[in-house]
Nanobody, 116 residues
Framework: QVHLVESGGGLVQPGGSLQLSCAASGFPFGSAAMNWYRQAPGKTREWVAAIGTSGVTTNFADSVKGRFTISRDNAKNTVYLQMNSLKPEDTAVYYC?????????WGQGTQVTVSS
């Protein structure tokens, strides 16, 4: 059974940094691409970043490019999202995601609030 658990969210001032983690279990993590999404209040969920199985290939939404990085530790079955230069518009619930056999799996999400 696929299980994704996000952590690391919180309240941070504009310009600050946070690192999110997503612990995965129930599937062969090292062979799965992983994604981060976010959903702000009143808005649809949007894709933020993706990482390939080895961690070499990464992609980012234009809104976070140059500020966020994504990485993974296949030995720990964990994917990370390092968020720097945070802006109020980054406030959202952040979700970890993977797709297995055409089905999307999601964690419970972790709240990130950027406010002074």
């Amino acid at each position: 059974q696929v299980h994704l658990v996000e952590s690391g969210g919180g309240l941070v001032q504009p310009g600050g940094s946070l690192q999110l983690s997503c612990a995965a279990s129930g599937f062969p993590f090292g062979s799965a691409a992983m994604n981060w999404y976010r959903q702000a209040p009143g808005k649809t969920r949007e894709w933020v970043a993706a990482i390939g199985t080895s961690g070499v290939t990464t992609n980012f939404a234009d809104s976070v490019k140059g500020r966020f990085t994504i990485s993974r530790d296949n030995a720990k079955n964990t994917v990370y999202l390092q968020m720097n230069s945070l802006k109020p518009e980054d406030t959202a619930v952040y979700y970890c995601n993977t797709r297995r056999y055409f089905r999307d799996y999601w964690g419970q999400g972790t709240q990130v609030t950027v406010s002074s």
